[in-house]
């Protein structure tokens, strides 16, 4: 079978400073990467120090020039969330792109974050809910296109208000589908907010539609000791090209949504069969992504939840004018 591989151009990105979270592995490298071939100023916040220095190694081996700084930073600790984002504040210098692309999937047992929350509820989304809080003041000094990396999962399902951190009942799939959704309706509503109150910051939704990545893999680290059958069938198929991705194509809809000239309020995905694999493309927002009134109810909920706040607005969660309908 053949694959398409029509290649995403990126415009110049001189001068712009990007963050990518998760950047140090899979589908978060070939982003990373990719923007500092089209000469973003590259900030990684890594969890594993060694991991970062190989993936800076691979990134500089891709653009000899680039620009890449390390600094430390654990999604599931809000207190860390917090410290990479006075880091930075204190250096002062605008952030044009922020990719929250960082993620854990279906851990087989239940775990908490440092705060106590769900692994993937407090990681997903409220580690880059707080991520976003912290540096607003820079977002909004480089006029910031912010991309949310959610997922196919995020198609169906709805967030469960009653039971958020899934302590009266677990299901690894419903709590990793709940985060994606949670976040895809955060950014959504955080272009709301920002077109309301006028932070010049746009923001996006993508998915990477299905790839082999490490999401499936053996993680020890949240209980997973051996691949998942899942991730091994999807290999075989991207190998083949036979109907999912591979990391490259996955990565395309975040470049797209980072990078694009439209406005905010967007969804890419890839363009494909079942909207799997292929070339990125616009896309409706799946329909639990829709729901406005969660997104406002959402806003916050998290925020007290992640320990920030964000300013308000005059009409909060109410498009401004010439916004896009979700």
Sequence with gaps: MTRRTTELRLPDLAGRR???????????LRIATRLAVAGADLVLP???PRKGEDAAARIRAAAPDARVTLLPLDLSSLDSVA?????????????????NNAGVMTPPQRGTTVDGHELQWGTNHLGHVALVA????????????????VSVAAARGGITWDDLDAERSYDGMRSYRQS????????????RRSRAAGWGVT???????VAPTSLLSARPEVGRNRDTVGVRVIRVLSARGVLVGTPESAAGPALLAATTPDGGGRFYGPSGPGRLGGPPAEQSPYPPLRDAEAARRLWDVSQELAGVSFPTTGAPGRPGP?????
Excluded: C, M, W, Y
């Design 18 to 28: 990007a963050v990518v979270t998760g950047g140090s592995d899979g589908i978060g």
């Design 46 to 48: 890594v969890r594993n």
């Design 83 to 99: 410290a990479l984002g006075a880091t930075l504040r204190e250096d002062g210098r605008p952030v044009h792109v922020l990719v």
């Design 134 to 149: 912290h540096l607003l003041p820079l977002l909004r000094a480089g006029s910031a296109r912010v991309t949310s990396q």
């Design 180 to 191: 994606k959704i949670a976040l895809g309706l955060f950014g959504l509503e955080l272009d």
């Design 203 to 209: 923001s996006n939704l993508s998915h990477p539609g």
């Design 322 to 326: 010439g916004a896009r309908q979700a």
